[in-house]
């Protein structure tokens, strides 16, 4: 089983989202034998929570299925996880303190994304719906390259 981590600060906007996003495409795919994904944030600000209600509107708005309650990135997560993929530099930079160091398991989720790449995934998490639907788009075709990037690696 391939385990796939999205990490955002707060694992409530946009770590959640995509996260459902790729169990979606994991399922249309016929893959959900071969692979999961959960989400994790790196701040412990909403550890048991369910994902904002604009997160929870945009994937509903997209007929994505979004079931999550909020946890923090910890140290273990390395080992139980394949890719751990962060949101942006902040956070990617808060995991690999967490960590301890650099490992070949990090990416970035705008690594994978055809129209930005390395870019920062924004946070929506002061602005309208508007910033939602972007990060949805952003992440809906990141994670079909991520999707893409894992077939061909693996083999699938």
């Given at each position: 089983m391939i385990k796939i981590l999205f990490v955002c600060l707060g694992n409530i906007c946009r770590s959640p989202l995509?996260?459902?996003?790729?169990?979606?495409k994991i399922t249309q795919n016929g893959l959900e034998s071969k692979i999961s994904c959960d989400s994790a944030g790196t701040a412990n600000y909403h550890v048991g929570e369910t994902p904002d209600p604009r997160t929870i509107d945009v994937a509903a708005n997209h007929d994505v299925p979004?079931?999550?309650?909020?946890q923090q990135f910890k140290k273990h997560h390395e080992s139980e996880f394949d890719y751990?993929?962060?949101?942006?530099?902040?956070?990617?930079?808060?995991?690999?303190?967490?960590?301890?160091?650099e490992t070949d398991s990090l990416?970035?989720?705008?690594?994978?994304?055809?129209?930005?790449?390395?870019?920062?995934?924004?946070?929506?998490?002061?602005g309208g719906m508007n910033g939602f639907e972007d990060v949805f788009q952003i992440l809906d075709r990141s994670t079909d390259?991520?999707?893409?990037?894992?077939?061909?690696?693996?083999?699938l």
């Open positions: 995509a996260e459902a996003i790729f169990k979606q979004i079931h999550h309650f909020g751990l993929i962060a949101m942006d530099r902040s956070n990617r930079m808060n995991m690999i303190r967490e960590l301890g160091g990416f970035q989720m705008r690594d994978f994304d055809v129209e930005a790449k390395g870019e920062d995934v924004p946070d929506p998490w002061y390259e991520l999707l893409k990037f894992i077939k061909e690696k693996h083999g």
